[in-house]
C-alpha cells in the first residue's frame, strides 16, 4: 500500500509530532509499505534550517526506508502567534503547490494536526487527487491555544473551529492520541465509530536504543541527584515553577535540575534563574533524538509538568513513554488522564498542576529512596512495553489505513 503522511515536523526537528510521525512512517515502512512524508524544511524550534537544506524550495531524500519530500516554508523561532501563523500558513501552500507535483497519488493520505492548517492541507491533498483522508490528531485546536492565552481573537477562533469540524466531518477516521478526546470530535458530527484510539508509545529498540553522547554538562555527576526535564520550553508546561522548586535546593549541592530543549519559554525561564542567583539550574540546548536516552539514562528522575488548564486533564505527553521505556522514574505534575497512568504502572510520583510544594517533596522522596527510584523505573518499562509499544501500535494504525483504502475503491 502507499502512504503519503503529511507533517510540518519531522526529524532532525525534536517534539511529539517529529517522533510520532517518524516512528509510525518507519514500522510502516518495515511492514512493507510505501511511505512517503511531506514535511517542511526542517527548522524547529530556533527557526534556523540546516546549512543543507537551505536555497532549495525542496529537498528529497531517504530516511528509515521511507521517501522524505521537504518543502519550502517560512522558518521562524517558536515564539510569536503572527509569526507563527505565517510558518503554518506558508506549509498549508507549499504543501498544496509542491506536494502533488512531487509524488505520486498513494493509496491514502495521512494528515497529523496540530497544527491545524496541516490537516487542512492533507484534507485538500486528498480531494484534489481523490484519495482518502484520515485526520491524526494529537490535541485539540483550536481549544488548547485558547485556554493557553494564545489566541484572543473571537473571529479567528470561530474560523479555526469551523476548520477543525470540516477537518473531522471528511476524514474517512479520525486518529485519537487520547481517548478523552472522542467525545469532542463525536460533538462535531462524527460517528463514534469513525474515531479510532491509537495512542502514542515508545519503540524501546528504534530510536531510544540510540547510543549518541548526551552533552558533558548532561551527563550523570557522582553523588547529584539529577532531576531533569526534556522537551519543549512552552507555555504548556509552567517550567518556572521548577525553577521555583530549585530555589528551594539552592544550598544543597547533592541536588540540580536539568533543563535540555528550546521553546518560547526557554528565555524567561533561565532568566529567573539568573534572576534568582541559581547555580543548581543547567539549560542545554536541543539535542539530536539519538541522545535523548542518554540525557535520561544520566537522571535520576525525569520531569513532566503541566499547568492547570482543563484540557491538558486530557492528554498523555509522549515523553511519558520514553520516559518509562529509559527506567527512569516519573515525576508529574498536572494532568489527570496522565496521572492515571503513571499510579496504574506504578511508574513515578504525582502531584497537582504547578504545585511547587509538592514537586518539591517528590525530589526530596525520591532523592533519599535509590530503591523506590529503581523499582518505579522497573515498572514503568514493564507497562510501556507491555502497552505501549510503537512496534505493536503501527501494526494497528496501518491496518486501519489499509481497511480505509479498501473502502475506497470503486
Known sequence: ?????????????????????????????????????????????????????????????????????????????????????????????????????????????????????????????????????????????????????????????????????????????????????????????????????????????????AAAEAPPEARARPGVFTASYVGTHGMAHG?????????????????????????????RVRALARQLGLGNCTFLSAVPREAVASVYRASDACLVPLIDRKVFDTVLPSKLFEIMAMERPVLLSGGARARRLVEEAGAGLCTGAENVDGIEAAVRRLQADPGLRAQMGRRGAEYVRAHYDRRVLAARYVGLLEQVAREARP
Open 239 to 267: 517550567l518556572d515553577r521548577i525553577v521555583r522548586v530549585a530555589e528551594r535546593f539552592r544550598d544543597d549541592a547533592s541536588v540540580r535540575f536539568l533543563f535540555v530543549g528550546e521553546g518560547a519559554e526557554k528565555e
Open 1 to 209: 500500500m502507499r502512504i503519503h503522511f503529511l507533517s510540518q515536523y519531522f526529524p532532525p526537528e525534536m517534539g511529539a509530532p517529529a517522533a510520532r510521525v517518524s516512528e509510525l512512517a518507519r514500522a510502516w515502512a518495515g511492514l512493507g509499505h510505501e511511505v512517503t512524508v511531506l514535511t517542511g524544511l526542517p527548522n524547529h524550534p530556533t527557526g534556523v534550517v540546516p546549512p543543507e537544506y537551505r536555497g532549495r524550495p525542496y529537498f528529497v531524500e531517504s530516511r528509515d526506508g521511507c521517501r522524505v519530500v521537504r518543502m519550502w516554508l517560512y522558518a521562524t523561532p517558536n515564539k510569536g502567534v503572527y509569526r507563527r501563523s505565517a510558518s503554518f500558513a506558508s506549509f498549508l501552500g507549499s504543501a498544496l503547490a509542491m506536494g502533488p507535483w512531487l509524488t505520486e497519488r498513494p493509496d491514502v493520505l495521512v494528515a497529523t494536526s496540530p497544527q491545524l492548517l496541516c490537516g487542512a492541507a492533507g484534507l485538500a491533498m486528498s480531494e484534489l487527487r481523490r484519495v482518502p483522508f484520515v485526520l491524526d490528531v494529537r490535541d485539540l485546536w483550536p481549544q488548547s491555544a485558547v485556554e493557553l492565552g494564545a489566541l484572543k481573537s473571537r473571529a479567528l477562533v470561530r474560523a479555526l473551529e469551523g476548520v477543525e469540524r470540516t477537518m473531522y466531518r471528511r476524514a474517512r477516521r479520525v486518529v485519537v492520541v487520547s481517548e478523552e478526546f472522542v467525545d469532542h470530535v463525536a460533538a462535531a458530527g462524527v460517528p463514534r465509530e469513525h474515531i479510532v484510539f491509537v495512542p502514542n508509545g515508545v519503540d524501546a529498540q528504534g530510536a531510544l536504543a
